[in-house]
């Protein structure tokens, strides 16, 4: 078992240095392993091998040499810690955090011969599922080769709807080239596909082209959203309501932004359901210091994995026009749907079938990505936003803050259209396309079931049913020994589990602190990515290390 002598911090003034090399803020969540204090800067890279792996500190004098060295080169800087934009020190990923990066040089060591109790790490942090081994879908690919390498539509190797779904795209292009600037709102086709799609997806509901705004993945969509609405300072301070568990994005945003992020509990014992009660208690704590102007839903569920009924949507659309709430519904996870008697429902097409009461009066932003589902694309960085009922005067100013960052990326964008625009029936792609779709979804929904089982047959691990999206999200039990340990290093319980379990075993889960929970509980995300496998193998280590009890 891992020695906690062997995980150390540097602590140097407001920063430490963790043994994966990285700086971190004193008080982020990875402080406090064992640490030890000085007065001046020491090179990251001359502790990350000692710090893990019990070797000894370097000559007192080196140490001093390297520390005046830095210290001299940092005085003369304009741009310091002290002098940065304090908001983005604020700022938190959990997904990309330390544990990723100490998995990142584990990963290192085992390939220059450094001797582990396993042979690889296995890495669940992040939905990236390409990463994880998932395929990609032929037409797409087909389709994007031919619009980035024209001269393959002479080529007979590609099928017929393949080429003419590029020769469109390309002649929407500037210069008929993927490389060209796009309209900053984004290619006029592609918004026009996309609100077409829209409209089936919500079975015939009206979509403007117009609303439409093409995106570098979801993301970006919802950071210039919360850009719009945050403002003030105070008491009038912009606050935005989050689910917790959250996906980081949205604390981080907030965090940057400057704004009060206005927490609403998830219901765990409800299958991680939104209650109305909860938001409520939210909603009315957060009028006594801030000016609660917004609710973001996600759904299916990041990092919790539920799928939120038609009435749970009905009745949060019924509080924000009561309360008078800007809406944002992150729904990238739309086609992963995996447990039986659930059901996707869009919030538009929810909002629209309540009624002009509500339908012509309900601000709603909501989002969607070709990273998730069954694309599985992240790094081509496409999405969409569609916003509803936002005023006119305002919506120019969304047009300006998008043509300040000239466009999303051009094959994201194409990559988009073949997402909204896919093989039809009859076309030469239609049955492969379908196949692999199928078989991608279908695959999904048999890992999501196995990881509930396997978690669900270790006692003090309760894990609720992975009903969509692509990750779990466990209850553990952590035994008191463990929880004093971890308090007694500065350390949050779950982190100190998880960077555990990763030197002992291999593998890289993300703790719930970095999603946010209720105290007293605590959690890992993991996904359901990888290949089955690997799964079987990783979910066997989880249920062997926690049945280990730590033993520390």
Known sequence: MLSSKSLRVITRGKYRFFGNGA???????????????????????????RALSGVSEPPRGLVQEKMTENAAFSQNKVLTIDTMNPNVKKMEYAVRGPIVQRAMQIEKELREGVKKPFTEVIKANIGDAHAMGQQPITFFRQVLALCSYPELLNDNMFPEDAKSRARRILQACGGNSLGAYSASQGIDCVRQDVARYIERRDGGVPCDPDNVYLTTGASNGIVTMLQLLVCGEGASKTGVMISIPQYPLYSAALAELGAVQVNYYLNEDKCWSMDLSELERSLAEARKHCNPKALCVINPGNPTGQVQSRQCIEDVIRFAAKEHLFLMADEVYQDNVYAEG?????????????????????????????SKCYMGECGFRGGYMEVINMDPEVKAQLTKLVSIRLCAPVPGQALMDLVVNSPQPGEPSYTTFMKERTATLSLLAEKAKLTEEILNTVPGITCNPVQGAMYSFPNISLPQK?????????????????????????????????????????HFRM??????????????????????????
């Open 23 to 49: 700086q971190y803020p004193a008080g982020h969540l990875t402080s406090g392993v064992r640490s030890v204090t000085i007065p001046s800067p020491l090179s990251p890279f001359s502790s990350q091998r």
């Open 342 to 370: 659930c059901q996707f429902h869009s919030f538009k097409k929810v909002l629209f079938e309540l009624g002009p009461q509500y339908s012509n009066t309900v601000e709603l932003a909501s989002f969607h990505s070709t």
């Open 482 to 522: 463990a929880i004093k340990e971890a308090k007694a290093l500065g350390q949050v319980p779950d982190m100190f589990y998880c960077m555990k379990m990763l030197e002992e075993t291999g593998i890289c889960l993300v703790p719930g602190s970095g999603f946010g929970q209720k105290d007293g509980t605590y």
């Open 527 to 552: 996904t359901i990515l990888p290949p089955t496998d690997k799964l079987k193998i990783l979910l066997a280590k989880v249920k062997d290390f926690y049945k280990s009890g730590l033993e520390l």
